[in-house]
């Protein structure tokens, strides 16, 4: 079974930016699509972006245009580069493997991020 391990959040001010990095262990990796959640206090995990293992990329409309999300199967790591963040944008963030967009690996302990002057 695939493991994750979500890295890279951090402090950081309106408008800044951060990059998101998941360690995915198995040979599985180049031929699954991974996906980016977050989940801020008092609400439901949501998906913030997708990408196939086409490399074909879909983003939730509150991300679109800031976010974008990329892998490197050499590395078995999937990214997520995170522009204009904004104080809404706060959540711990998560990666997984999803399967006809539904996620399917177990849940890593992800990676607070805060947006905060």
């Known amino acids: 079974q695939v493991q994750l391990v979500e890295s890279g959040g951090g402090l950081v001010q309106p408008g800044g930016s951060l990059r998101l990095s998941c360690a995915a262990s198995?040979?599985?990796?180049?031929?699954?699509?991974m996906g980016w959640y977050r989940q801020a206090p008092g609400k439901e995990r949501e998906l913030v972006a997708q990408i196939t293992s086409g490399r074909n990329t879909n983003y939730a409309d509150s991300v679109k245009g800031r976010f974008a999300i990329s892998r490197d199967n050499a590395k078995n790591t999937v990214y997520l580069q995170m522009n204009s963040l904004k104080p809404e944008d706060t959540a711990v963030y998560y990666c997984?493997?999803?399967?006809?967009?539904?996620?399917?690996?177990?849940w890593g302990q992800g990676t607070q991020v805060t947006v905060s002057s």
């Open positions: 198995g040979s599985i990796f180049r031929f699954v699509a």
């Open positions: 997984n493997t999803l399967a006809r967009g539904v996620p399917t690996g177990p």
